[in-house]
């Protein structure tokens, strides 16, 4: 059996497709917004993104909107 995308993620999907510079920005930006972010209301490491810009604590239920892929720091 082959090993599938154990090395390349979910751009394995992609397979030799669009070349391999393409592939590797893709999957940054995509291992960046699938990680969990902590919440502006209760602190916890807990949000996760909804759709495109809206996201969500697991924890205290605040929703709010951000940037589309990771929700950016306000200072």
């Known amino acids: ?3 599938g995308t154990k090395k390349v993620g979910s751009t394995g999907r992609f397979g030799p497709r669009y ?4 592939r590797r920005r893709v999957g940054a930006v995509e ?8 919440c502006p209301s209760c602190s916890k490491i807990n949000v996760k993104r909804i759709s495109t810009g809206i996201f969500k604590c697991n924890s205290c239920d605040y929703q709010f ?3 589309a892929y990771y929700p950016s720091k306000e200072d």
């Open 1 to 3: 059996m082959s090993q």
């Open 19 to 22: 070349g391999v510079s393409v």
């Open 31 to 38: 291992k960046k917004q699938r990680q969990k972010y902590d």
């Open 65 to 67: 909107a951000s940037g």
